[in-house]
């Protein structure tokens, strides 16, 4: 175990996990300065809201309305919705210098083929950019017709961003289907445990720390490449929980409790640990034993179809503004 108390806890994490800012605030990720950052529907709709980013949205208007003439609406659209996402991203790339992760529309995560399309229509966006898909995570929620989606991306040399993870068979899947980076969500683990049991949980019985503590652990028992984030944070416990995870994808508020906070902070995960943390045997990830076990998991299964349901939603609410000045 290390451990630092002098130095601010954001330090000392940085010191043995990859810090990502999740947010769409590009000022904030200015402000922090990230090694990379995440974005996801709610997140660029709350972001595009601000007028900063005018500028952003104008450009993704413009961009659509100078598609050819016999483009359909619904078509133009999708389109410039997907450029508003990549016009964002773009402006992250000039501060951050690893990737940025640019979510397909969440409403395409049970389409392999319509998740494969939008995802290569996004990589030429940022390519007309002059930003490489080296840069670049498609970020995809984790239904079995995404992670088929990302596997055929992959084999592209595509990079994929698998979200919207709540279970072990999930993860499993991902890592068979060659998926550079996984976010399994710690906080909405914790709300559906809350609210199922009323019980008030700490860092070290938090269910979605145990889970991604179990993922880590079957990722390096088995010898997987698969990057492994942890996403969806409520409080500072929980990340220092997981102190040593490949990454930890953290909002801007939690990044500033961090890095006010000097307490030690001792590492919690380690690469050899994989045989201690994950004692059982490889899953089977077949297309029947995924559906079977994913419905055998009453938690993962509400968050996954809550969370796309979720991101939908504000896909919606940005498409309405969009429309309008379309």
């Known amino acids: 175990m290390t451990s630092a108390g002098t130095k601010d806890q954001w330090s000392v994490l940085g010191s043995m996990t990859t810090i990502v800012a999740d947010t769409g605030d590009i000022d904030a990720i200015r402000r922090l300065q990230p090694t990379d950052a995440t974005t996801n529907p709610s997140l660029i709709y709350k972001a595009a809201t601000f007028p900063q980013y005018k500028a952003l949205i104008d450009s993704a208007i413009a961009y659509g309305k100078g598609l050819p003439p016999s483009t359909t609406e619904k078509d133009r659209l999708?389109?410039?919705?997907?450029?508003?996402?990549?016009?964002?991203?773009?402006?992250?790339?000039?501060?951050?210098?690893?990737y940025v992760s640019t979510e397909v529309d969440a409403r395409l995560s049970f389409d392999t083929q319509a998740t494969v399309l939008c995802a290569r229509r996004i990589i030429e966006m940022y390519k007309e950019m002059g930003i490489p898909k080296s840069r670049v995570l498609i970020k995809i929620a984790s239904t079995w017709e995404g992670i088929k989606a990302a596997e055929v991306l992959q084999k592209e040399g595509v990079s994929c961003n698998l979200t919207l993870l709540f279970s072990l068979v999930q993860a499993a899947a991902c890592a068979e289907a060659g998926v550079t980076l996984i976010s399994p969500f710690v906080g909405r683990i914790l709300d559906w445990f809350k609210k199922e049991t009323g019980k008030i949980y700490d860092a070290e019985e938090d269910p979605g720390v145990l889970s991604v503590r179990n993922i880590y652990g079957y990722y390096k028992k088995f010898g997987y490449k698969t990057i492994v984030m942890g996403a969806s944070f409520r409080n500072r416990g929980e990340i220092v929980a997981l102190a040593g995870c490949d990454r930890l994808t953290i909002s801007p508020q939690l990044l500033d409790e961090l890095g006010n906070n000097h307490d030690p902070l001792p590492r919690k995960l380690d690469p050899s640990q994989g045989p201690l943390l994950y004692q059982g045997n490889k899953?089977?990830?077949?297309?029947?034993?995924?559906?079977?076990?994913?419905?055998?998991?009453?938690?993962?299964?509400?968050?996954?179809?809550e969370g796309i349901r979720g991101f939908a939603a504000d896909i919606d609410k940005l498409e309405t503004i969009v429309r309008a000045m379309l």
Request: aromatic fraction near 4%; glycine fraction near 4%; avoid cysteine.
């Open 283 to 305: 899953l089977d990830v077949s297309e029947t034993s995924f559906r079977l076990l994913m419905n055998n998991d009453a938690m993962a299964t509400e968050k996954l179809a």
């Open 78 to 98: 999708a389109v410039t919705m997907d450029k508003l996402a990549v016009n964002f991203g773009a402006e992250i790339t000039k501060i951050v210098p690893g």
